[in-house]
């Protein structure tokens, strides 16, 4: 008979074949690709190449500094979430076509760029793979795991609400990224994310993905995590970062997991989010609280009530109410980044009331120095578990630290961008974290 090691062992090695045979049926997808080279906005349309790399594919098929780039493969380039949108729809592998304005003449031309680099770790697997929403979206997974020969604990990893990609690519600097990959390298765990539509590999267009589209994306690769041979069921957590950490308690609770880790979360609608930031955000401007308190009535009541609560765009609310013009900082439909369709949906979402919900262990991560969350959400959030008699939650007040991983004397020097600092005791909390919500 069988050993019960040997027996883990066997299913093991067969999951992992069945699972890297449908990975490879899967990852068809085209690869990413970069411009290396650097830009600038100018007017009417278009991205001025201010910088190219040597050796580069637009360097060697003649394009040059000063050149205008005003359409990718015949999309004209009208305004940044547009822009940004190309970026991450630029393939490797295949022609893409640059019409490009050099003085007074138009050049095109067609270039192959190269793949980006994926991800690779010492003495761990990584896997990219793809998930079908549904929504029809094809969407990038990248699964990375030690070898254990038995079905091991999981995390699942939701990011924040931008149009940013969670994988490490070479070169990028992002203290969040940094972390994440201290947890891929030293939870000794598996270790799934999934990229949002139009970002990275995946399908779709970000600046056009609504909130249900998004949060169906994780669904999935939730789903596909739990059905996966080589994880314990009974042992997955969600880590959530920022939009992410509020998603964190809806999961586990709909899907009946270990636990949640929420870093930089909230608790209120969104509404009431945007016009907690907006007062911070002119305090730190100079603005003193008389003059805060009546821009807050008189014009980001109105902007973003119409916005969010009454469902316009922001084109509509100012059409509507032109003196609102001079305080909107954001495009005519768009927040972000993202689409108000997105913010539509998520103002109707009930995070209160699904951290009011929450039976999982959680741990719950603010930084002091954190301007774009509000401290009083994380005190709500405290209130509510232990009027719910909640048995497992650790709630953790960090000095310094800001929304991105970052370590700052004041806010201040945050919201200006001053350089930080990281410290590796961050993403240790997180591995120490995960390792206590997934122990045997």
């Known amino acids: 008979m069988m050993s019960k090691t040997a027996f883990w062992g066997w299913l093991w090695g067969l999951s992992f074949l069945m699972t890297s045979q449908a990975i490879q049926a899967m990852d068809g997808e085209p690869r990413r690709a970069k411009w290396h080279a650097t830009f600038k906005t100018v007017q009417p349309v278009g991205r001025e190449i201010v910088t190219i790399e040597p050796q580069s594919v637009l360097q060697t098929a003649g394009v ?43 050049v095109t031309k067609t270039v192959v760029f190269e793949a980006v680099a994926k991800e690779e770790y010492d003495n761990l697997t990584t896997e990219y793979g793809t998930i079908v929403s549904d929504y029809n979206l094809r969407q990038r997974t990248i699964m990375t795991y030690p070898e254990k020969g038995q079905p091991q604990p999981a995390i699942f990893v939701v990011g924040g609400l931008s149009c940013s990609s969670i994988e490490y690519t070479p070169g990028r600097q992002s203290n969040f990224i940094r972390s994440l990959q201290y947890l891929v390298r030293n939870s000794d765990m598996l270790v799934m994310r999934v990229e949002k539509p139009g970002v990275g590999d995946s399908e779709g267009r970000c600046s056009e993905t609504d909130f249900n589209t998004e949060l169906n994306g994780y669904e999935v690769a939730l789903q596909t995590l739990m059905a996966d041979e080589r994880v314990d069921r009974n042992r997955i957590i969600v880590y959530g970062s920022s939009m992410g950490s ?56 109105p902007l973003y009530y119409g916005m969010l609560v009454e469902k316009k765009s922001y084109q509509q609310v100012i059409e509507q109410n032109p003196l609102l013009a001079e305080y909107n900082y954001h ?9 108000v369709s997105f913010y539509h949906q998520m103002q109707d979402f ?14 719950i991560r603010y930084g002091l120095n954190d301007w774009i969350m509000s401290e009083y959400d994380i005190d ?28 700052h004397a004041t806010a201040l020097d945050s919201f200006q961008g001053k350089p930080g600092k990281w410290q590796e005791s961050l993403p240790q909390q997180l591995v120490d974290w995960a390792q206590t919500l997934n122990q045997e």
């Open 380 to 407: 709500m959030i405290e209130q509510v578990l232990i009027a719910n008699q909640h048995p497992d939650f650790e709630v953790i007040k960090v000095p310094g630290l800001d929304h991105w991983d970052t370590f």
């Open 64 to 106: 040059l500094p000063g050149d205008v780039l005003l359409a990718v493969d015949d999309e004209v380039i009208r305004n940044g979430d547009q822009w940004w949108d190309i970026i991450y729809g630029l393939r490797a592998d295949t022609g893409t076509k640059l019409t490009l304005r050099r003085g007074t003449t138009v």
């Open 331 to 339: 495009s005519p439909a768009h927040m972000y980044g993202r689409p």
């Open 246 to 301: 509020a998603l964190a308690p809806y999961l586990v609770n709909k899907y009946q997991l270990n636990g949640a880790i929420s870093d930089g979360t909230f608790f209120r609608s969104w509404f009431e989010h945007m016009l907690e930031i907006e007062r911070r955000i002119l305090t730190m401007k100079g603005d003193d609280q008389a003059t805060v308190n009546d821009k807050i009535n008189r014009a980001y009541i």
């Open 350 to 363: 009930n995070f209160a009331g699904e951290w009011g919900k929450l039976k999982a262990p959680v741990r």
